[in-house]
């Protein structure tokens, strides 16, 4: 019988994020290796036409939304929103009998996936992709140590410790789980990867394009992403005058958006760098790698918080598919990823000065570009596919089912 998995997610394409390319990426690659799996969206996957929806060949349960009042109520908007997510994971798991209930990050899925599965006899894995809590004072919604950052914690805790097996996405963050008393034995890492088939290595500029955008004849710096504040693009924006000090032709290119778009902005009207950074705002994704193909060298100036130490991004793994050149800040979650002077260049977190330099070194050394290109593709190609990251739930499932069997209870 083919193991059958309810996966439960904070949001879904259509909607674009690391996130949802993911998730997209386990459900592709656990369907190719025979598995049956259906999908719950928390309230927080907005913009949802119906309770049902197909996207891209994958079929999703949506949840409806919490009215806006309630929403807005501290602490009673996420009680609001975990009680219409267990209403509708317990529907769901009536109707279609999962062997296993997979609920991803963030704790406001487990707990919801936790009850259920009680209630049902199913068992639950829970898959943290970031803490809640560290999530939360990026956006500036707490502070690192507050009252509300301890009780998140203590929840988040809480749904570790009751899961019959814990997934996360890198060492950083399996050693932050393991450090709260989870058995090591019950933590598995899935790393975070590429389909590769997905990516070609390199592209020639669409010189029109190049052109249209103001950046005929330069160099470009480029980033490509959401504009969150944990990712540093305000650092980028100030080590930018020492880089035109020396290589006057060079420009900044960020493609996206987000939080931070109009602080950017205006940060780069106050350097006086206005002419010298492009800002795009948000392009279609069948587009986005016409823009990859204009940047010479990406950079990832992440700054060092819990978040950015202890989880590791995706783009980075993308730009090495292709076949990019890359900078990045040396926290936790990147030096997972790259390797210093072998698949990247990594500078010390927190300093214009120091990612200044790493960009000119490797405008300098353009003849080193060759080999930087060839060990990123070969890392992804043998180490970060999707293929060797979802084969590593097989043993877990399969210990799961037959401990539980496939039946499930009926609700009380």
């Known amino acids: 019988m083919s193991l059958r998995i309810l996966h439960v997610l904070d949001h879904s394409i259509p909607l674009h994020s690391g996130y949802t390319f993911r998730t997209q990426s386990i459900l592709r690659e656990q369907r190719r290796l025979g598995w049956e799996t259906h999908h719950v969206t928390s309230p927080k996957h907005l913009g949802a036409k119906a ?4 996207v891209d060949g994958l079929h999703f349960h949506r949840t409806p939304d919490a009215p806006e009042g309630t929403r807005r109520l501290p602490g009673l908007g996420e009680a609001s929103l975990m009680r219409r997510l267990e209403q509708r994971l317990l529907q769901v798991a009536q109707k279609v009998r999962p062997h296993v209930l997979h609920a991803h990050s963030p704790v406001l899925n487990a707990i919801p996936a936790l009850r259920v599965g ?58 932050d789980i393991v450090a709260r008393g989870i058995a090591a034995e019950r933590v598995t890492v899935i790393p975070n990867a590429v389909d590769i088939e997905a990516f070609d290595v390199g592209g020639v500029p669409d010189e029109a394009l190049k052109a249209q955008l103001g950046l005929a004849g330069c160099t470009v710096l480029g980033f490509i992403g959401s504009f969150y504040a944990y990712e540093g693009l305000d650092l980028l924006l100030q080590a930018l005058p020492a880089v035109l000090a020396q290589r006057p032709e060079v420009r900044v290119l960020l493609v996206g ?48 918080m819990r978040l ?15 076949g990019r050149v890359l900078v990045a800040s040396d926290v936790g979650g990147h030096k997972e990823l790259i390797r210093h002077g072998e698949t990247g260049l990594l500078f010390k977190a927190g300093s214009a000065e120091s990612l200044a330099q790493a960009v000119l070194q490797l405008l300098a050394q353009r003849e080193r570009w060759p080999q930087l290109r ?29 401990h539980h069997g496939p039946a499930v209870r009926a609700a009380a």
């Open 257 to 304: 958006g987000g939080p931070q778009d109009a602080a950017l902005k205006a940060q780069a009207q106050a350097l006086g760098l206005a002419d010298k950074v492009v800002f795009t705002g948000r392009v279609p994704h069948r587009e986005v790698q016409r823009y990859y193909d204009l940047v010479d060298v990406l950079a990832y100036p992440r700054h060092s």
């Open 118 to 175: 009680k209630r049902l006899g199913i068992p639950v894995v829970y898959e943290v992709r970031a803490f809640w809590e560290d999530a939360a004072v990026d956006h500036g919604t707490t502070t690192e140590g507050s009252l509300r950052y301890r009780l998140t914690r203590r929840l988040e805790t809480h749904a570790l410790r009751r899961a019959s097996h814990v997934f996360t996405i890198c060492q950083g963050l399996r050693g």
């Open 51 to 54: 309770l049902e929806e197909t």
């Open 308 to 322: 950015t130490e202890l989880v590791t991004p995706l783009k980075p793994l993308e730009a090495m598919a292709q």
């Open 374 to 402: 060839r060990a990123g593709r070969e890392f992804v190609e043998l180490e970060r596919n999707w293929r060797a990251s979802v084969a590593h739930y097989r043993k877990v499932y399969e210990a799961l089912r037959a």
